[in-house]
């Protein structure tokens, strides 16, 4: 149930009241819901599905909200005495942004309640308590240029920087059927059809213990990890974002819907702009698209922090950008990549310094790249020439670029191991003759009866000539032809 939201004008804080009576076992919650000055029409509203879920067509809709709110605010939903009369309120300051409040009225059967339950209300009112808005949840703080409005008790955090929205609510999702039966309990579809039709406020699902903000941090404890923990980003602050995970730390770069295992840290906006979430243990982070919205929802943690201040983080990343830049113009090129790989990964805080490391980067080893090439152009020269020292130069300066880089290893290790494998059979092939030729040779002697000289020629090319494979140990489908020195 929604009484229609009425206009802040230049209040501050509002307080919200509502006489429940229920009938059965219900669980019931009064909330301030907020809305930004240009509305946005919920897509569902006046669907076939939504009137076949309501049951009562138009009259129904006009039950609920049929714009999307900015942000959520209110207690945990409660069982009341069933067949009396009890007096909700609500309170709280206004968030950045705000053009309206509404009431909503919610509520959920208690698992096992009969269908005839129901829930009686009077005496909703919405009350300005600018005059006494100190009282009322709620607080406002400013990092460098950055808002954050933060009701401890409710985790409820939006975030303002200059004209952009970072962070435009929090709120919550019970926990799969899937998920509780992980963790022993059982799931509540109640709560999941409501969260479907009003976000839901943290406490319905978990219980924050402590909501700390300070020199630009926002810390957030949870006594209860239960369900997940949803954070509603406007999908321009959101256009890209990088996750961290597993036990490496890297960030990776992503764009739209997707689902990331393992993610120990969540960073969007770029500059000045920026956000980071940071959790205590790795969990699993789902991105949807709502709308003007992206979601990221993960498991709720028991400590999870978001940071609004880089600036340490942006001087360590210029700091590493210099250092790279130095390594660069002193030829020390894989220390060069390894450093503008560790700005893009693990310091990815500073936008000017990132746009370089990936200028560089790519500048760096597509000159590797085509260093590379210009080796297998010179193998296939030295291939028509089978020239022992043709091939020992391309296996030195093959050496000399693996070291300029981490990246190509592999394609480098194979042109090492194709043309290692050429030269040994080239020098394989001329043992073979000479091997041949001496024979030949000691042969002659000892028909000749020079016995001892055919057996120092035997003995060498016995001992210094030895014919392992032949020609087939090229591997590359030729043949090892006459050239190259002979010793």
């Known amino acids: 149930m929604c ?3 009425v206009d802040v004008a230049r209040r501050t804080a509002f307080r919200a009241s509502a006489q429940v009576r229920t009938d059965g076992r219900v669980r019931v919650g009064l909330r301030l819901v907020f809305f930004e000055k240009a509305p946005i029409v919920l897509p569902s509203v006046g669907s076939e599905e939504d009137g076949e879920e309501s049951g009562d ?3 129904a809709n006009a ?21 009396s009369w009890t007096t909700l309120e609500v309170a709280s300051k206004l968030p950045p942004d705000v053009a309206e409040v509404g009431i909503a009225i919610v509520a959920v059967l208690v698992d096992g309640a009969t269908e005839d339950a129901r829930v009686a209300v009077d005496e909703i009112a919405l009350l300005d308590a600018t005059s006494d808005a100190e009282t009322c949840p709620g607080s406002s703080s400013e990092f460098a240029g950055t808002t954050l409005f933060a009701q401890a008790e409710r985790a409820l955090v939006r975030v303002r920087s ?19 039966k ?4 059982s799931a509540d579809p109640a709560l999941s059809a409501l969260a479907e039709a009003l ?6 699902v978990f219980a924050p213990s402590g909501l700390v903000v300070e020199n630009g941090l926002a810390k957030l404890d949870v006594a209860d990890a239960r369900g997940r923990m949803v954070l509603h980003v406007p999908r321009e602050a959101a256009s890209s974002y990088r996750v961290r995970g597993g036990d ?3 960030f990776e770069q992503h764009a739209g819907a997707g689902v990331h295992e393992a993610c120990t840290g969540l960073l969007w906006g770029s500059g000045q702009q920026a956000l980071l979430l940071e959790v205590d243990t790795a969990t699993r982070l789902a991105v949807q698209s709502a709308g003007e919205m992206l979601l990221f929802i993960l498991d709720t943690p028991r400590s999870a922090t978001l940071r609004l201040d880089f600036q340490e983080q942006r001087l360590e990343s210029m700091r590493l950008a210099r250092a790279a830049e130095a390594a660069r113009s ?10 503008y790989r560790k700005i893009i990964q693990e310091k990815p805080f500073d936008e000017q310094a990132v746009r370089t490391a990936r200028s560089a980067r790519a500048t760096m080893l597509g000159e590797a790249q085509n260093r590379l090439v210009e080796l297998e152009r010179d193998f296939d020269e030295a291939r028509a020439f089978q020239y022992d020292g043709l091939f020992e130069s391309l296996l030195a300066r093959a050496a000399e670029l693996d070291k300029t880089q981490d990246e190509l290893k592999e394609a480098i290790a194979a042109f090492r191991q194709k043309v290692q494998g050429r030269l040994d059979a080239v020098r394989s092939a001329r043992a073979e003759r000479r091997s041949t030729t001496l024979t030949r040779l000691a042969d002659a002697l000892a028909a000749s009866k020079q016995e001892r000289l055919a057996r120092v020629v035997r003995d060498f090319v016995k001992t210094r000539l030895p014919v392992s494979g032949g020609a087939g140990a090229a591997g590359d489908g030729d043949e090892a032809s006459d050239g190259g020195r002979d010793e």
């Open 162 to 180: 200059g004209a952009s929205v970072l962070l435009a609510s929090m709120s919550a999702l019970p926990a799969t059927a899937a998920e509780g």
């Open 248 to 250: 490496a730390g890297k």
């Open 199 to 204: 976000a839901l406020p943290c406490p319905d």
């Open 182 to 185: 992980a963790e022993g309990k």
């Open 3 to 5: 009484p229609k939201p």
């Open 57 to 59: 067509g138009a009259a």
């Open 63 to 83: 039950e609920r909200f049929t714009r999307v709110p900015l942000a959520v605010t209110g207690d945990a939903l409660k069982e009341l005495e069933p067949n």
């Open 330 to 339: 002193e030829g020390r090129s894989a220390e060069a990549l390894r450093t």
